[in-house]
């Protein structure tokens, strides 16, 4: 994403929009077992909201959110390779996006068996452990905000 669309993307009404739309998204990809081909508009449509989520809300006017702090929290850790982050922030990252990675699988073999329980339960289980990764890149703000020059006017809502 560019800049601006990262700006965008920081404003707590995407991030929670996001996060409540996880279940809208699950529905569109289990359609077309309930309605076959017609499903495929819809998986379209939530594929476009995916898309578009990040790019429609305007830039935040301040940092002070738990959503915003999360997002510029997750640059910075997109940016350890220029930034380096604290290893504990590192190992924290990947334990969450590993836990939700693992719940993922879950869900596409749940979607192989076509258990729709299963694989409702495997998508909301991954989602909790987004979020607990969006709360660990809240903490890496914290410890990075002051780190550069950028960072800091990240923080300052100067996009």
């Known amino acids: 994403m560019t800049d601006a669309a990262w700006a965008r993307h920081a404003n707590p009404w995407s991030v929670y929009s996001r996060a409540i739309g996880g279940t809208l998204v699950f529905f569109a990809l289990w359609s077309p077992f309930w309605v ?34 999360g997002v510029l929290g997750e640059r910075a850790f997109i940016n350890r390779a220029e930034v380096p982050i604290p290893l504990h ?24 068996r076509r258990d729709f329980w299963l694989a409702f339960t495997a998508w909301h289980a991954a989602t909790i452990a987004k979020l607990w990764f969006c709360d660990r890149m809240v903490w890496l703000w914290a410890d990075m905000k002051d780190a550069t020059d950028q960072y800091e006017r990240w923080n300052a809502a100067e996009w």
Do not use: C, D, M
């Not at 081909?37 to 305007?58: D, Q």
């Not at 996006?97 to 869900?107: E, M, Q, R, Y």
């Open 36 to 69: 076959g081909y017609w499903g495929a508009p819809i998986i379209l449509t939530a594929l476009l909201w995916i898309w578009l989520n990040p790019r429609i809300f305007p830039a935040p006017r301040h940092t002070k959110t738990w959503a915003t702090q």
């Open 89 to 112: 922030h590192r190992n924290a990252a990947f334990l969450t996006s590993g836990t939700s990675g693992v719940f993922l699988l879950i869900v596409l073999l749940a979607f192989l």
